[in-house]
């Protein structure tokens, strides 16, 4: 490959690669190659979601994640009652229902504060 310029496989790059890069380089760097990985991904998803539609699976079928809201297809490769498209998304949803229970728990009391009896007044208020 003499004379030739190798780029960067990454579809919104191509960069040239450095010349003495090795011969199974294909990112120009990390970021490109998680740009990738992620244009991939999302191909994938819609392949997914548009042959749910030409096989006539009903509209429901395709849903969408309501933490990151993602769309996906449910069925192969999910199951028909998935709520959440990943596992790190179901996590983050169950964080923040912990989040707002304890926000919920600091707020309202445990009890109902006890009615005084007496007015406070000097003769009787609490001495520190």
């Given at each position: 490959?003499?004379?030739?310029v190798?780029?960067?496989a990454h579809?919104?790059c191509?960069?040239?690669?450095?010349a003495?890069?090795?011969?199974?380089?294909r990112?120009?760097?990390?970021?490109?190659?998680?740009?990738?990985?992620?244009?991939?991904?999302?191909?994938?998803?819609?392949?997914?979601?548009g042959?749910?539609?030409l096989?006539?699976?009903n509209?429901?079928q395709v849903?969408?994640?309501?933490?990151?809201?993602?769309?996906?297809?449910?069925?192969?490769?999910?199951?028909?009652?998935k709520?959440y498209d990943?596992?790190?998304?179901?996590?983050?949803a169950?964080?923040a229902?912990h989040?707002?229970?304890?926000?919920?728990?600091?707020?309202t009391?445990?009890?109902?504060?006890?009615?005084?009896?007496t007015?406070?007044?000097?003769?009787?208020?609490?001495?520190?």
């Amino acid at each position: 490959m003499a004379g030739q310029v190798r780029r960067c496989a990454h579809i919104l790059c191509s960069k040239p690669l450095p010349a003495d890069a090795r011969s199974d380089k294909r990112f120009c760097d990390r970021a490109c190659k998680a740009a990738h990985r992620r244009w991939l991904r999302h191909q994938r998803e819609a392949l997914a979601i548009g042959l749910a539609y030409l096989w006539g699976e009903n509209p429901e079928q395709v849903v969408r994640c309501p933490v990151c809201g993602r769309r996906f297809a449910l069925g192969h490769p999910h199951r028909k009652d998935k709520i959440y498209d990943r596992d790190s998304c179901r996590q983050a949803a169950l964080r923040a229902r912990h989040r707002a229970e304890r926000v919920r728990e600091a707020v309202t009391p445990d009890r109902a504060p006890e009615p005084v009896s007496t007015p406070l007044t000097s003769t009787n208020s609490p001495s520190s």
